[in-house]
């Protein structure tokens, strides 16, 4: 066989075997996925700007409010026992001249026994408002996860009406694009749904906040 055909007919082979293994990557390679439409909805907006969502707000501010109020209270009482317990003192204080080791001693009795009392109140105090605040926060969470249950059909539907697939929190998001932005559809779905709420039942009163005990 002639030396010089040995080389191109290797060349020749070489590049049918690279022409072959470039067909069998391009037939073998995974296709790439797909990216649906998604779309960005700003929860923390429909939940502080919409109808629905003030709704609520107010409650769970009626709920702090019972806290602040019951801690106003508690403080007050404690305050009223400080006072006492000073006029005792000054009492025992200006009487130490002219009354003798009997009644001086009984005054000290009194002074202690009003000062163990305030203790015990103010102990009592701290652990009623730390219950009271368990709960508050409890019936806040559930008020909250209610509001979320209820916004999350106007969600679903603006989601249906552009044909999206995924809908994300904004809050999880880098950057977002204006047009990916369904916020305000969706507070106009739930602020509507509201209206018609109001009109289906004019006369119905609004419901009172739950009390927190």
Not at 52 to 78: H, I
Not at 178 to 189: G, H, K, L, Y
Request: hydrophobic residues 40%; glycine residues 8%.
């Amino acid at each position: 066989m002639n030396r010089t055909a040995l080389p191109v007919a290797f060349g020749v082979a070489l590049g049918v075997g690279a022409i072959a293994a470039d067909g069998w990557s391009q037939s073998v390679a995974p296709e790439t996925p797909r990216v649906g439409r998604i779309g960005v909805v700003d929860l923390s907006r429909v939940l502080g700007e919409s109808t629905l969502g003030r709704e609520y707000a107010a409650r769970v501010e009626a709920l702090r409010a019972r806290v602040r109020t019951e801690g106003q209270r508690l403080q007050t009482a404690l305050e009223k026992k400080d006072e006492e317990i000073r006029r005792l003192q000054e009492q025992l204080v200006l009487g130490q001249a002219g009354a003798g080791a009997e009644a001086a001693d009984e005054g000290e009795q009194r002074l202690n026994r009003w000062a163990r009392e305030r203790e015990l109140q103010r102990q009592d105090s701290e652990q009623h408002m730390e219950l009271l605040q368990r709960k508050v926060q409890r019936e806040s969470e559930g008020l909250m996860a209610d509001l979320r249950a209820r916004v999350q059909p106007f969600i679903d539907a603006v989601m249906q009406d552009r044909g999206l697939e995924v809908v994300l929190d904004r809050e999880a998001c880098v950057a977002v694009a204006a047009a990916a932005d369904i916020t305000d559809e969706v507070i106009a779905r739930a602020d509507e749904s509201s209206r018609e709420a109001r009109r289906s039942s004019p006369d119905k009163p609004a419901a009172a906040p739950p009390q927190a005990r």
